[in-house]
């Protein structure tokens, strides 16, 4: 299994600015996901982020809304910019690896607050 | 597309009681199937999951889950709960296109001592 750090854990941010979310994998991984969890709800997958591409987004996420980083095979950044209180929400990202369907082990999330 | 339900928001048991959580899935194929548990202000903990084979899979702290491909289901089951198994619990499936994992609404364990 692969170890998942985030940070920050947690922010309060005001309207209008822009949050770096970063996630690092103790292991290299294939895969990344970034996922979205909406207080009281269940998890809705933002992106995937292969390292050398583009990361793909799902459908109501937009690129320039949640950029996304993924220089290497151990690291990831989401950035959930011009921020509203609708972004109130935990990001959770996730890393898998090998080849099919992946196991996915998540990160402890990030809990934002937006003011 | 596939789909996941948990028909229980909130389940109550008592300490020492047996545990069933339901999940039922919509898929096309051969579905993998996976079971998380989020305790609060966490993320989310792989309890076990089935790829293929033995229908019946044994998963970490004391769970199972048995996949029924005739019923679309794949229940996690404990026979003696803890209070500590309270938490959120996330049912999933994947398939290949782009291994994308699709969650349940999850259901709410609460323990009662």
């Known amino acids: 299994s692969a170890v998942i750090s985030q940070k920050p854990s947690r922010d309060i941010c005001q309207r209008g600015t822009s949050l770096t979310i970063q996630c690092q994998v103790d292991?290299?991984?294939?895969?990344m996901f970034w996922y979205r969890q909406q207080p009281g709800q269940s998890l809705t997958l933002i992106a995937t982020?292969?390292?050398?591409?583009?990361?793909?987004?799902e459908s109501g996420f937009v690129i320039d809304k949640f950029p996304i980083s993924r220089p290497n095979l151990t690291f990831s950044t989401l950035t959930v910019s011009n921020m509203s209180p609708e972004d109130s929400s935990i990001y959770l990202c996730?890393?898998?690896?090998?080849?099919?369907?992946?196991?996915?082990?998540f990160g402890p999330g990030t809990r934002l607050t937006v003011t | 597309a596939q789909s996941v339900t948990q028909p229980d928001i909130h389940i109550t048991v008592s300490e020492g009681a047996s545990l069933e959580l339901r999940c039922n899935y919509s898929?096309?194929?051969?579905?993998?199937l996976f079971w998380y548990v989020q305790s609060p202000g966490q993320g989310l903990q792989l309890l076990l999951k089935?790829?293929?084979?033995?229908?019946l899979v044994q998963g970490i702290k004391g769970f199972e889950a048995e996949f029924k491909r005739s019923q679309s289901s794949f229940n996690l089951r404990k026979p003696s709960v803890h209070w500590s198994d309270a938490a959120e619990y996330f049912c999933?499936?994947?398939?290949?296109?782009?291994?994308?994992?699709?969650f349940g609404g999850g259901t709410r364990l609460m323990v009662k001592p």
């Open positions: 292991s290299q991984v294939t895969m």
């Open positions: 089935y790829f293929s084979g033995d229908t």
């Open positions: 999933a499936v994947g398939g290949n296109a782009g291994n994308m994992l699709t």
């Open positions: 982020a292969n390292q050398g591409s583009e990361a793909t987004y």
């Open positions: 996730s890393a898998g690896s090998g080849q099919g369907i992946y196991e996915q082990y």
């Open positions: 898929y096309g194929a051969t579905p993998y």
